[in-house]
């Protein structure tokens, strides 16, 4: 396919088609009426990255770009060189284009802090990052910044000295709650939980993850009903890991965890609020969704299943065992066939 400009119109006929999992996997869509480019941003997840005047790498650069800058997109292309294992491009409002691996698609919707019920609410971020702090009180220290789609408990509401109303925040590694904004915080409702395809029985799912072609694959009675790209395990600076291959069960599922593993600064990694995570070893490998990096369709994790959240999201609903709207975590029980094959 040469290089061109998706218009809206042949976006949305290529949502309706279902091709988003493998043709333009990552951008967010609320929902397929809307205009899938309102609003949206990318957040640049690398060091640092450029824009260029055409989608290409060996085209002209136009700008540099740091860490955690929103840029606003207008619209998608595709580049030219077939041999990459991703060859979608954002085009930015303000000219050129920036490599969608690069640049996580985000949005910022505002929310109206709400009443948190008894035993706590689960939420996402809905803002391209927000900080949180150790406390409401000033020149309190920044604890953590939380990424758009990140997912969090929400125990309880305060006032901030300034009149906001912030949420506390579960942090369910360190048992340490921190605050964010309500205002770029979203609770979620039981609905947008609800499982998936629950009148099938637990033999008629299968997931299938292809690690030659980084692709997960969902089949319901062989059929296939869901197919993404994804990013498993790779060579890192600190050394080369391994997605196993095998059968395997969906055994411990979270909605959200907060992983650490390493220095930081050898390839390890801090990341609270890993979105809909399915265990599938007692080791720590897991489907989850992925905010650091936007890069899939090779491998780049230390072993896990890296997904857009979307997609995470979508299997944690549709995967067995179910994990109740109020709970933090189903363990041990049985769950959905996972095959890795090479």
Known sequence: MSRHNFSRRDFLKLT????????????????????????????????????????????????????DIVVPIKNAAIGDDETAHNRVWYEAEEGGYVYSGSAQPVRTILNE???????????????????????????????????YETVHWVTASAVHPD??????????????NHYARGEHVRLMTPDELAP????????????EVRLN???????????????????TGGRLRSGTYTTPDGEFKTFYKRPTRHMARGDIASSGF???????????KDNGISFHGTYWHNDFGRPRSHGCINLSVPSAKWLFRWTMPVVPFDKEFVHGQVGTRVDVVV
Request: glycine share 8%.
């Open 196 to 207: 998936l395809s629950s009148h099938l029985a637990l033999g008629d799912k299968r997931v």
């Open 16 to 67: 309706g088609y279902g091709l988003m999992g493998t043709f333009l996997p990552n951008l967010p869509l609320t929902s397929l009426q809307l205009d899938p480019f309102d609003n949206l941003q990318g957040r640049v997840t690398d060091r640092t990255t450029w824009s260029y005047d055409a989608p290409n790498f060996k085209a002209s650069r136009k700008k540099l770009y740091w860490r």
């Open 270 to 280: 801090d990341l609270p609020g890993v979105p809909w995570v399915i265990y599938i």
């Open 213 to 231: 072609e980084q692709m997960v694959l969902a089949y319901e009675k062989g059929a296939l009903v869901f197919a993404a790209r994804a990013a």
């Open 113 to 147: 802090a709400r009443h948190i019920p008894l035993g706590g609410a689960l939420a996402e971020i809905s803002v391209p990052f927000t900080d949180a702090y150790e406390s409401l009180e000033p020149g309190a220290p920044v604890m953590y910044r939380l990424y």
């Open 163 to 176: 009149g906001s109303i912030w949420y506390l925040l579960l942090d369910d590694k360190s048992k340490i």
